[in-house]
Structures are given as C-alpha cells and as structure tokens.
C-alpha cells in the first residue's frame, strides 16, 4: 500500500483556505489531494498526473470526498497552459511531490523496480513509445554515460555504459534482470554490499525516459509565478538533483539582487516577492514506519508582495 510521505507538514504549510483554489501538480494516488479537498468545501482543487492508472484510483478516492476537483492528464511542465485553458492565472497553493508512487515500483511490468525482472520500460505516461529500452538499446556509449553519471550520480558509470554496449552487441537487453547483471559485473565486489548496485542507475534512466528535471524547472518557476499573496509551494524531493533545483530556485526568487546586496538598505520596490519559510525532514517514526521516507525533504515558499 502506498504511504503518502510528509503528507500532514506538506499540506499543512500550505495554510489553506477554505475558498481557495490549490493545485496538487503530483496527483499519485491522491494523498495529498485528499487532504486538501476535505479542506476547501468552497474553493477548488485541479491535480495533473501522467499515469492513467494514478488518475482512475484518485478519481474514485476523491469523488468520494468531494466534487470540486479536476483531474488532468498532463506532464507538470503544461500546469500553466493547463490552468490557463480553465480561466486560472493565480493560484493559492500548490504541492509537488516527485517521488515515485509504491504501487509505479510494486508492479513488475512498469519496470521501474530493480528488484523485479521485468520488460524495460519506466514511463510515467504509457502513452508515450520512448521507453527505458530506448535509452539502454539506442544511446551511445557516451550518451550513456552522461545520463549515468548526471542524473544517477553514479561513479561507474563510464564502466556500465561500456559494459552496456558490449551486451547489446550480441542482443537487445530487454528486461530490468539483464540490466541489473550488467551494471553488477561493472562494479568492484566492495560496491555490491552496501545498497543496490543499481539504484542509481535506474534512477539516472528513469529521469532521461521521463525527462523529470527539465519539466521539474519549467513547471517550479510556473507555479511560483502563479502564486497570489500569501500563496505557497510545498515541494517534496527524494534525492540530490531535484533538491537542488528546489533549493537553487527558491533562492533565486526570494533574494535581492545581488547587486543591490551593499547598499545600507534596499531601495522601495527592490525587496523580494517572496520569502522561503523552511526546510523540513521526515521525523524518525516516520521513516521507521515507511523506509521509503528516508531521503525524502520539503521545502516551502511563499509570495508576500506582488
């Protein structure tokens, strides 16, 4: 069953309101929606997922609670788009949480488990024909590595992409098991004890199939701009490269220019539009009940000036 991680402290620094209008931009299977709904019995809720399987369980969650919602099949990069379609140009709130859903990685056949033998695929939207079999069977040796060691963060990543391309040579390599053998026979022994030698891998291909720090950018400074006074951003991230953008953005749009940084004070009109509230972390019970938790991290940001 799929835990909804820092699910109250996400909501709850949103400070909803009841006739406001709020977006959860990661719908999953409806946590967070749920809890926003059951607070806005005069405002509205809009939610975007990529996953059909996502947006048919939240449907009937939701209904259940209430009926100012909209669900929308969309990657997060179109929400301004999106929203704007509906007459929407300014928003009370908005939630971003970019882990993977349990029940995404529990089901072998999407193949975004490695501990699963699966079909290599890993998309979010299964509309879409670019998989993770593209990237391992199509990409070069250098293309590989780049995906590799930028989005995984992965140390051997030269040796898996050129052990990878070795092992195509003779077949496609078509399933989770064929890769995982790869990427262990491309690690010393010592590296196969501590975690999954290919965590970071997967990883690193899943963001390529689904392109998620791209759209991750354009979608975060959309919804910061979109934002009202007093409006928030809660944004939750299960690893290094999204919380850095998180981390980068909200720092970019809550200091003042760098320029005016030596004056003995800044000048009428020149202070932020926006201040970030925090920065918070799993509580040990937590992470005790729900291992996935772990690296999980929400950081908040609000607008207080237009």
């Known amino acids: ?45 809009f ?91 199509g990409y070069s040796e250098s293309e590989l590595t780049r995906v590799i060691r930028d989005y995984g963060e992965e140390k051997y990543a030269k040796s898996i992409a050129r052990n990878i391309v070795k092992a195509r040579e003779n077949k496609e390599i078509e399933t989770t098991f064929e890769l995982v053998d790869i990427i262990k026979k ?9 975690s999954h030698p290919a965590r970071k891998t997967f990883q690193a291909i899943r963001i390529e199939v689904n392109n998620e720090l791209e759209s991750l950018k354009v979608a975060l400074n959309d919804a910061i701009s979109l934002l009202k006074v007093g409006g928030r951003v809660s944004v939750i991230t299960f690893h290094s490269l999204e919380d850095r953008i998180v981390k980068e953005t909200f720092k970019k749009y809550s200091e003042v220019d760098s320029n005016l940084k030596k004056l003995p004070y800044i000048p009428l009109g020149y202070e932020p539009k926006y201040r970030i509230i925090g920065s918070i972390t799993p509580s040990d019970a937590e992470i005790e009940e729900n291992n996935r938790a772990r690296s999980a991290r929400l950081r908040v940001l609000e607008r207080i000036k237009e």
């Open 1 to 45: 069953m799929h835990k909804t991680v820092l699910l109250n402290e996400a909501v709850e620094n949103l400070n909803i309101k009841e006739e406001g209008i709020y977006v959860d931009a990661t719908l999953g299977f409806g946590g967070h929606s749920g809890l926003i709904l059951e607070r806005i019995k005069r405002g509205f809720l």
């Open 186 to 194: 491309s690690m010393p022994v010592r590296e196969l004890i501590s």
């Open 47 to 137: 939610a975007f997922d990529k996953d059909d399987m996502a947006l048919v369980e939240s449907q009937k969650r939701l209904s259940k609670i209430g009926t100012n919602f909209e669900l929308i099949k969309s990657d997060f990069a179109n929400l301004k788009e999106e929203l704007a379609k509906r007459d929407i140009d300014r928003i009370d709130g908005i939630v971003f949480d970019l882990g993977v859903s349990s029940p995404q990685l529990d089901i072998a056949e999407r193949g975004f488990s490695y501990h699963k033998d699966a079909p290599l695929d890993m998309r979010m939207d299964r509309g879409r024909e670019f998989s993770a079999r593209d990237v391992v069977n």
